[in-house]
């Protein structure tokens, strides 16, 4: 699941279209993870994202849902397994950079916030 922090959930609320831009950052740090982890020339990872908008209680809560296959597709149609299991910290320096640079060319948060949210810990339950 990629989630992302309350302080910045308001811009996705009113602007829509930045659920896609969402799918599209999950889906190339997802990409770079697995292409690197066959490390075969030429393979395509393969994935399935569902963007939802509501978490508990039905506040919105904007994040995707992706079930990916632990590996990528050669040319041929053949799957290379990855040999080594997911870690969601090392995907998540990357998709919070990817997000954050995102956010600020279209103008709407700044480096202040940027820096902001860069210290702050982040926990895992």
Known sequence: MFSIPKIIRIYFLFDRSLLKELARIAWE????????????????????????????FLGFNPHLHILACDGCFGESGMFYASHIDINAEELEPLFRHKLLSMLKRKGLITEATIELISSWRHLRI
């Open 29 to 56: 740090v997802l990409g770079l993870y697995y292409r690197n982890a066959v490390n075969k020339d030429k393979t395509m990872p393969a994935a399935v994202a569902s963007i939802q908008t509501f978490g508990d």
